[in-house]
């Protein structure tokens, strides 16, 4: 039998613009290519700009990725210029990042991905009592009630009723993939829309640190934000308590409702514990350091590189090793298409080759994206959620370790699941709740100095460019709640002379390298992978929403004079 050409353009409920390519023959996928359809140009326009400036503009790389980016500069001038941040400031950074991570998982688990998993219309059958009966079972949540979740059901029938479904038009409902009962669809259809609500009360800490969302302010040498209890035009008494309540606020919906609900919904999909799991060599540059900006040998989420999915040793992380092909990608180097550059010596000079839009096929060009192919020490890397937790679970982290096994018993499953579709689902939401749990912690520690008389939040000692050296260089590193993510900042005379990013979906969504290596979404695709329909590929859906795209912060829209190279309209 012929192979079935499958191609999903582009793919919805993501940041960004993403085309996946796929080959099917037998219900199963054999081969696939994963393609950003847009030009990055930001890192052009950096070039020449005061460095203190930098992570206003490269902020502006995503709108979902609020924080991450702003952080990640910020430490490379630091390390450049060579600035250690008062512990304060890396307490907040650590506050502020952490409450992106907790929002931005819950959003993808409810907003993003839930709906590959869960059939909306099924909720219309569902008995409303049974449940209630099934989330009394699994939580304490007060939204428990039968008469809530009639309240719900009669929502969406009003959807129906009028011919429509709303924010649910266009799935894949009744598609035989889908395997929850009416109950357990209900359940999740109500907490979707709950979540909606939750997230926007919490992210509200950004606000009292960073003065807005999205895109907080941050300062080069700590946070620009003053601390006084007793002044209402600071970081008061009042702010913080407020602060302390939005964290507990956020805990009892992760702990009570995200996980949870994770945790039942992945018991109706084990199957997908042994599909999807791709590239077994994952990444981890670690994340919130405790005790200072500067010492990475203390982070919460140790860094480390795991290869061919060995748990009994983790590999130590050099950045030097960090390399960066164009082989399949529409970018040119000097020194020919076949040569990896580390970041220091990266170049962004564009060089569409394919053909006009709108394609047929990409497959079959030598290049066909718009993301280039970073690899670690010649390797394709994993990173994301599922990297950092298998990482800090070889690494001996009591906390991962308490979870992950928890979760493994729970499931009724063995170690080896975690390398799969459902492995990076469920390890986002294990590391969602450790780092809910955390952020009580680190704002206790915030407290106590305060209360100490320690209010200071920025290191101005070398702000002015009259102090720092003729030229130097720098490397800011973060693990954001996509994954490993790197700025490296080089700056001549008091002015950026070259300015890098390697985001976690660009080496997630990596195309073929020189020596023909998938990346990992395209590798999943291809792992002991099903497609019963192509007309209605959910299961393409399923893996590549595991991985939560952001190709936004790997394709940037803006060329080198900041103006819009293309738009697309989805009708």
């Known amino acids: 039998m012929a192979a079935t050409k499958v191609v999903v353009d582009p793919i919805t409920r993501i940041e960004g613009h993403l085309r996946i390519e796929a080959q099917a023959e037998n219900g199963r996928i054999s081969n696939a290519w994963a393609s950003s359809t847009q030009f990055r140009g930001i890192e052009i326009i950096m070039q020449g700009r005061d460095p203190r400036d930098a992570w206003a503009f490269v902020q502006r790389i995503c709108g979902v990725c609020t924080v991450v980016h702003a952080v990640a500069s910020c430490r490379a001038v630091e390390d450049a210029l060579g600035i250690t941040i008062p512990p304060n400031a890396n307490l907040i950074r650590n506050l502020v990042h952490g409450m992106q991570f907790i929002q931005d998982h819950v959003i993808h688990f409810y907003h993003l991905h839930a709906l590959d998993w869960v059939d909306v219309v099924s909720a219309l059958k569902a008995d409303p009592a049974g449940t209630s009966r099934l989330a009394r079972s699994i939580s304490p949540w007060p939204n428990n009630s039968e008469t809530y979740f009639k309240a719900v059901q009669d929502r969406l029938k009003k959807f129906v009723s009028g011919g429509q479904l709303g924010i649910f038009t266009n799935g894949y409902w009744g598609h035989p993939a889908y395997k929850l009962p009416p109950e357990a669809n209900l359940m999740a259809v109500a907490h979707y829309l709950e979540a909606l609500d939750w997230q926007r009360d919490v992210i509200r800490l950004h606000t009292i640190f960073g003065g807005k969302n999205p895109h907080p302010n941050f300062l080069v040498g700590g946070m620009a934000c003053a601390i006084n209890l007793e002044d209402t035009g600071t970081i008061n008494a009042e702010r913080l ?24 919904i992945a018991g109706f999909y084990k199957d997908w514990a042994a599909i999807g799991g791709g590239t077994k060599n994952f990444l981890c540059v670690g994340e919130f350091p405790e005790a200072g900006v500067n010492d990475f040998g203390k982070l919460y989420f140790p860094r480390g590189v795991i290869l061919n999915g060995d748990l009994s040793t983790v590999h130590e992380y050099d950045h030097k090793l960090v390399k960066e092909y164009i082989t399949s990608s529409w970018y040119e180097y000097p020194g020919g298409d076949d040569v990896g550059l580390h970041p220091y010596e990266g170049e962004t000079k564009a060089k569409y080759t394919g053909p006009p839009a709108p394609w047929e096929y990409l497959q079959g060009l030598d290049k066909y994206t718009w993301m280039k192919a970073p690899r670690y020490d010649g390797k394709p890397m994993q990173v994301g959620p599922l990297g950092r937790m298998l990482v800090a679970y070889a690494s001996g982290h009591d906390d991962a370790q308490g979870i992950v096994n928890e979760a493994l018993g729970r499931l009724g499953v063995g170690p080896a699941a975690l390398f799969s579709t459902l492995g990076r689902t469920a390890a986002r939401g294990l590391e969602t709740v450790l780092i809910a749990r955390r952020m009580e912690t680190w704002f206790n520690s915030l407290i106590e100095r305060v209360k100490s008389g320690d209010t200071k939040t920025f290191a101005g000692e070398k702000w002015e460019p009259s102090t720092w050296p003729a030229s130097c260089e720098g490397y800011g590193y973060l693990d954001a709640p996509r994954g490993a993510l790197g700025h490296w900042v080089q700056i001549k005379d008091g002015k950026i002379s070259r300015y890098q990013c390697v985001v976690p979906s660009t080496w997630n969504c990596s195309p073929r390298d020189k020596q023909g290596q998938m990346g990992p979404y395209e ?19 399923r893996t590549i929403h595991s991985f939560d795209p952001c190709m936004a912060c790997g394709v940037h829209v803006l060329d080198a004079q900041g103006n819009v190279v293309t738009e697309v309209k989805v009708q």
């Open 241 to 264: 308590v407020d602060v302390q309540a939005m964290i507990r606020r956020a805990r009892d919906f992760v702990e009570q409702v995200y996980y949870p609900d994770l945790m039942a």
């Open 523 to 541: 590798a999943a695709l291809v792992d002991n992978h099903p497609l019963v329909n192509p007309e209605q590929p959910i299961e393409i859906l």
